[in-house]
């Protein structure tokens, strides 16, 4: 950790989470529009370029979703060195998320849970604000999701209004369908809803590359929390969907790794350091249905250079971090960058 981030962050965790948040966004956003930061922090050199779903990824470290909940400081994440950026889950309404507090510090387990429940401007407000992004030469990912009120049998809908809103300004597009803070959301990870959801968004993508000329790859995003005959059944509908990308993981319901901490006993998902090993079986299980046929990224835990090489090691191409980077600071995103280009 830098000593700037030290201070920083001693600041920063005096106030209560959502609030220390909002204090670090609207930070980022100022630094974006005075332009200060390609001075202060030039673009990371490219260490480790990669090809993967027709794209080009500058280095394998990317930012997972969640943080960016609108969009609106791409340019500025970028400068801090992430080779990707996933921004959302953005609905196709705007929405308020669960009430306050919803978001939860484990200092000494380098954890944090959350609650939030999609809180976010609604896609097209998202399409707007990431526009703006100037001088981004990453890879934009855009996490979409259903709104909390829009029925499971209706959930196709939503997650179609938001592909088609945001396929114009997407590099890639990733479902979210393994949020545990909106009510019913795993049900659609059941291999029936799951291949339906799938062809669904397949035959639309198939319309919408024609009408763009460019095929914008589809990711599916997964819990930590799948059994192994939920990882074999969804692979095989994710084989013959045809899907082109999966992240491995979203946040855990499980305690275990956390039992007897105060905190523990919050509603929500849980993420950092404590998921690492939980979020590597699931991404290896997948490896090892899935082979190299659909490159995954792996998400859950990061929290050193080493916990990067692992999920590579696991089965991941590319490596998404978020809490991590909360408690660390942005050194840590150019050393696992660094790391990954030593394998
Ligand atoms: C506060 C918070 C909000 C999040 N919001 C989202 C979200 O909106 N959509 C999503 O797909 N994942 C969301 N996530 C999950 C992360 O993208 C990531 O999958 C998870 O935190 C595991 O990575 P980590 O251990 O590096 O944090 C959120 C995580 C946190 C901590």
């Given amino acids: 950790m830098s000593a700037a981030y030290r201070i920083a962050r001693s600041l920063l965790f005096r106030l209560d989470p959502e609030t220390a948040h909002n204090v670090s966004m609207a930070g980022l956003r100022m630094a974006e529009r005075s332009r200060v930061l390609p001075l202060a922090l030039p673009q990371p050199e490219c260490v480790a370029p990669v090809e993967l779903m027709g794209l080009r990824f500058p280095n394998r470290i990317g930012l997972a979703a969640g943080l960016d909940k ?37 200092v000494d387990r380098e954890a944090i849970i959350n609650r939030m ?160 090993e939980k979020s590597n079986d699931i991404l290896r299980a997948f490896h090892s249905e899935l082979g190299h046929a659909i490159p995954i990224i792996g998400a859950g835990g990061v929290s050193s250079p080493e916990d990067a090489a692992s999920k590579i090691r696991a089965g991941a191409s590319l490596v998404q971090i978020y809490s991590a980077f909360i408690f660390q600071g942005p050194a840590l995103i150019r050393d696992c960058a660094r790391h990954l280009d030593t394998l």
């Fill in 70 to 106: 609108e969009g609106n400081t791409v340019d500025a994440l970028g400068h801090l060195g992430f080779g990707f950026v996933e921004i959302g889950t953005f609905t196709p309404r705007p929405q308020a998320g669960n009430p306050k507090p919803r978001l939860f510090r484990l």
């Fill in 117 to 276: 429940g999609f809180n976010n401007p609604g896609i097209e407000e998202g399409v707007r604000n990431a526009r703006t992004s100037r001088d981004f030469d990453g890879v934009l990912g855009f996490n979409i999701g259903k709104n909390k009120t829009t029925p499971n049998e209706q959930a196709a809908d939503d997650y179609l209004s938001c592909l088609r809103a945001c396929y114009a300004a997407a590099d890639y597009i990733a479902v979210n369908f393994s949020s545990p803070n909106t009510p019913g959301l795993r049900d659609l990870q059941s291999e029936d809803s799951c291949a339906r959801l799938l062809e669904t968004l397949k035959r639309e993508q198939e319309k919408l590359e024609s009408e763009h000329g460019r095929k914008v790859p589809l990711l599916f995003k997964v819990a930590p929390d799948l059994d192994p005959p939920q990882v074999a059944g969804l692979s095989r509908v994710f084989r013959d969907g045809g899907l082109e990308g999966l992240i491995a993981t979203n946040t855990t319901i499980s305690r275990e790794e956390v039992e007897g901490h105060p905190r523990a006993g919050e509603a929500g998902g849980l993420s950092g350091r404590p998921l690492l």
